[in-house]
Structure formats: structure tokens, C-alpha cells
């Protein structure tokens, strides 16, 4: 796909509002715009989870969830992207539900919400999914507030490649082809120091790969 000229929106968390960065014209986003011609625009907030808490959260912000901002996109966007889940895993307190769910208070009944929202708003739009990138300590079974997991974060990224592939969606995979690892220190301090946010060298790795990838949709 050729994207110059196009108007893409990505729908994500703080790694998309641009944590970790040292400005905001080094998130991947605006690199992808620069090296592209792509109109690029993001819609990311720190702390937003796809799928609904049942409990409000400490920082109301965090509760923006995914499907509550469909309604303040451009209407002209050309391509949508939802890039999310790491906070699902990360804080969330949605149990994941089944394949089936139509409510946003479950993962996957919210990635169904979300989707069938996005392309019945927008069905002549191209509808793109990128996995959660690799994060520290990512196979633990209690989240940041102590609450059990019933599963890791791969369990997570799983869950939305096959709803992704429910809908038809392309999907561009952080979580397995990025090539950052934060549990290997010497990668950990280049390209994502903090353990989770991708650093400036983290944001360029993931606009090549989103930038290589989208040519072949």
C-alpha cells in the first residue's frame, strides 16, 4: 500500500502519545509521516486501556478507553490503526471474556466493540492492528497493582490477533517481529529504558517495521 498522501490515525496508549521520546517529532508516528508523505495524526493517551475497568480508575484519564474515542476521529481518515493492550495487562481489571462478547467490560468483548465500531464508522477506511511490544517483567500473573492475571501478556497479544483475524484485519506484529527485548539489559537501555516506553531508537525501530510492513497490505 502506497500511503503518501493518506490520512492515518493511530488509536493508542502512551507509547503512541509519545512516552519516552525526548519530543513529540520523535514518536513512530511522525516519523512514518516525514519519511512517507502520510498524514499522520495521533490519538494517544497514557495510561487508556481498550477495554473498560469495572473500578474506576485512581487517575480518571486511564479510563478513556479505546472505543470512548472513536467518536472525536477525522472522518476523512483513509487508515485507522489501534496500537493497545499492554495496559490491559499492565492495570486493567477486565477478565478476558470469550470470542462471542459484545461488552466492553471484557477484552475481548471490547476488541469487538471496538473494531465493529471503527468499520461500521468507518467502512471504506482500512482498519490496521499492531500487538503490544515486549515489556518488563511481562510474564508475571500480578499486574502493577497486585491484582492476579489469569494470563501473561502473550495471552494478551494472542487474544487480539485472533479477533483481528475475525474482523479480516491486518495486523502488523510489535509483540513478535520488533526486535526489542527489555529483559536483555544492553537492548533494555538503548531502545526502551524504562522497561515498557520505547526511547527515540525504539520509536525509529518501530516505524521501519510499520513503514515495511504496510507495503505489503
Request: glycine share 10%; net charge negative.
Amino acid at each position: 500500500m502506497d500511503i503518501n498522501g493518506k490520512k492515518i490515525l493511530f488509536l493508542g496508549d502512551s507509547i503512541t502519545e509519545g512516552v519516552g521520546t525526548t519530543c513529540d517529532e520523535n514518536r513512530f508516528f511522525e516519523i512514518v509521516a516525514r519519511e512517507t508523505g502520510a498524514i499522520c495524526k495521533g490519538y494517544g493517551i497514557g495510561g487508556t486501556r481498550i477495554a473498560r475497568n469495572r473500578v474506576p480508575s485512581e487517575n480518571p484519564v486511564w479510563d478513556q478507553w479505546f472505543n470512548s474515542r472513536v467518536e472525536t476521529f477525522d472522518k476523512d481518515a483513509d487508515i485507522i490503526v489501534v496500537f493497545g493492550g499492554t495496559n490491559d495487562y499492565g492495570h486493567g481489571d477486565a477478565p478476558l471474556g470469550n470470542i462471542d462478547d459484545d461488552t466492553e467490560f471484557s477484552f475481548y468483548g471490547a476488541l469487538n466493540v471496538l473494531f465493529q465500531n471503527i468499520i461500521g464508522q468507518f467502512p471504506k477506511a482500512r482498519v490496521i492492528v499492531i500487538t503490544p511490544t515486549h515489556r518488563i517483567n511481562e510474564n508475571l500473573l500480578l499486574n502493577e497493582f497486585g491484582v492476579r492475571h489469569v494470563t501473561n501478556l502473550c495471552g494478551y497479544v494472542n487474544i487480539i490477533k485472533e479477533v483481528a483475524r475475525k474482523y479480516g484485519l491486518p495486523i502488523i506484529d510489535f509483540y513478535g517481529e520488533l526486535g526489542i527485548s527489555p529483559e536483555i539489559k544492553e537492548q533494555m537501555e538503548i531502545y526502551m529504558p524504562d522497561g515498557l516506553h520505547p526511547s527515540d531508537m525504539g520509536n525509529e525501530k518501530m516505524a521501519k517495521l510499520f513503514m515495511e510492513k504496510i507495503k505489503t497490505f
